[in-house]
């Protein structure tokens, strides 16, 4: 049986990913800028990846959040899916 404990401890392992993976991708983004020659002709940077981790952050966060109220209103925990 699902429990609210283990749904959070989920969540939080979810969110504890994608923050890492956020760290991860700035770090990479900053590392490129940094070996980008000053120039005119300097490419854009690519900020795709910095962009979807950023975006699971976001989207993870608010689900916690989300099971947090559902949980303290005491909803049913049994997925509809």
């Given at each position: ?5 283990n749904?959070?401890?989920?969540m ?5 990913t994608?923050?890492?993976?956020y760290r991860?991708?700035v770090?990479?983004l ?16 690519n900020?795709d ?5 950023r975006t ?8 916690r959040?989300?099971?947090a ?5 005491g909803?049913s ?5």
């Amino acid at each position: 049986m699902t429990t609210a404990k283990n749904l959070m401890n989920a969540m939080d392992t979810a969110l504890d990913t994608a923050r890492a993976e956020y760290r991860n991708a700035v770090l990479a983004l900053a590392t490129d800028e940094e070996r980008k020659h000053e120039a005119s002709n300097r490419q854009p940077a690519n900020v795709d990846s910095i962009h979807h981790a950023r975006t699971r952050v976001i989207a993870l966060d608010a689900a916690r959040e989300e099971l947090a109220r559902v949980i303290e209103e005491g909803a049913s925990l049994s997925s509809t899916s």
